[in-house]
């Protein structure tokens, strides 16, 4: 098999396109490549703590104080100490971190629809199963090839 025709280089390429096209458009808004899905957790639940924020981002929690610390300054979240545990940090959007979840949002959806546009509505659901049974398949199987 060609290189080019294996699920990893086809999906490691598109998800850099979109990831990409994603990332120029929310630029203008100090947000940069990695920092989308901190805004998205904190959108659905703002005020979490540093080692919860790495748990669901599957980061280390070192990566996230760098991550947590740029964004702090250009001003798209702040820390404050848990008012139970001062030893804990919990992070929370500005005003400019929530325009910006806003802009990540509307430039996702835009992205997809970018992605879709050639799509019939039946593509587009089998598209997403079929998406879903590999994130299963990978899931649910072991690391032996």
Known sequence: MDRSDSIFHLMTHTVKM????VDQIIKPYDV???QP???LRLSEKDGRSQ??????MRVAPATLTVMVDRME???LVMRRS????QRVSRIFLTDKGHT?????????????NQCLAQFL???KLLLRRLILQIQENLNTAGTES
């Not at 806003?102 to 992205?111: D, G, H, L, T, Y």
């Open 73 to 75: 300054k250009t001003g």
């Open 100 to 112: 910006a979840t806003e802009a990540v949002k509307e430039a996702i959806q835009f992205v997809d």
């Open 37 to 39: 899905p901190l805004l």
């Open 32 to 34: 940069y490549p990695g």
């Open 18 to 21: 979109y990831r990409h096209k």
């Open 82 to 85: 848990d008012p139970v545990d």
């Open 121 to 123: 509505p039946e593509e």
């Open 51 to 56: 080692s919860e924020l790495a748990s669901l």
